[in-house]
C-alpha cells in the first residue's frame, strides 16, 4: 500500500471515530462555562453599577427641585449631596456632583447660567460652557429655569472580560416644583439670589462668565 493510500486511510478512519474521553470534554466544556459565567457577571455588575448611578443622580436632582420658595441652596448643602451620592453608590473611588441653575434669555437667544456650583476638581457651568449641552436642555418660556444635576463616578471592572474603567455621566433637568426658580446663598451675608452678574465673587466654585472650566484627566482610571 503505498504511503498516499494509508495516509487517506488513517483520516478516514480517524473521522469516523466515535470514541471520546469524558474528563478531556469536561474540562473543555467548563472552562468554556467558566469564562460564559464570569464575563455574563462582569457585564450584568457593569449595568448594573450604571443604574445605580442614574438612580442616585434622579434623588438629588428630585431633592433640590423640592426647594421651598423661602428656602435657598448653598455649598454646604450641594456637597452633602455629593456624600449622600457617595452613600448611594457605592462609589470606591471619589466623585463630584456639579448642579446648575440654567434660565433662557430671548435676547440672547440662548441658555444662560444663574449660577453653578460643583464639588470636586471640576469648575462651574459657564454661560460658554453650557451651550455644549444645550440639546439636553428642554426647550422653556423666558423668565424661566431649570435646575441642571450633573454627576460623576468611576467604574472600575471587577474582570479583565473584555470591559475597561469608564466613567459613569449623568446630565438630568428638572424643574423647580413651586418656585420659578432655586435660590443659591453665597454665605457671605448678601441676599440668597436666582440670578447673579458677572461681577459675583469667584470663590468657592460659584461660577459666573469668567469661570474655566476644567476636566478630568481619564488616564487616572486604570484598564
Not at 30 to 43: D, E, G, H, M, P
Not at 102 to 128: C, H, K, L, M
Not at 182 to 193: C, I, L, S, Y
Amino acid at each position: 500500500m503505498s504511503i498516499l493510500k494509508r495516509l487517506r486511510f488513517s483520516i478516514g478512519r480517524r473521522a469516523s471515530d466515535e470514541r471520546g474521553s469524558m474528563p478531556v470534554e469536561g474540562i473543555l466544556a467548563s472552562t468554556w462555562l467558566i469564562w460564559w459565567y464570569i464575563a455574563s457577571f462582569q457585564f450584568f455588575d457593569a449595568y448594573r453599577q450604571k443604574n445605580v448611578n442614574l438612580k442616585a443622580a434622579y434623588t438629588i436632582a428630585d431633592l433640590i427641585s423640592r426647594t421651598q420658595p423661602d428656602d435657598s441652596v448653598d455649598s454646604d448643602y450641594i456637597e452633602g449631596l455629593n456624600t449622600l451620592f457617595d452613600y448611594l453608590t457605592f462609589s470606591r473611588r471619589a466623585t463630584w456632583v456639579r448642579v446648575s441653575s440654567v434660565i433662557w434669555d430671548n435676547s440672547d437667544n440662548r441658555f444662560e447660567v444663574a449660577w453653578s456650583y460643583a464639588t470636586g476638581p471640576v469648575g462651574g457651568q459657564t454661560d460658554a460652557t453650557i451651550q455644549s449641552d444645550a440639546y439636553r436642555i428642554p426647550s422653556m418660556p423666558a423668565g424661566d429655569s431649570v435646575i441642571v444635576v450633573e454627576t460623576n463616578m468611576a467604574y472600575e471592572p471587577i474582570f479583565n472580560m473584555g470591559l475597561k474603567a469608564q466613567w459613569y455621566r449623568t446630565f438630568i433637568t428638572t424643574r423647580p416644583r413651586w418656585p420659578s426658580c432655586v435660590r443659591f446663598d453665597k454665605q457671605d451675608g448678601t441676599e440668597p439670589a436666582c440670578i447673579y452678574d458677572s461681577d459675583v465673587d469667584m470663590s468657592d466654585n460659584v461660577s459666573d462668565d469668567n469661570t474655566t472650566d476644567t476636566t478630568i484627566d481619564n488616564s487616572s482610571l486604570g484598564g
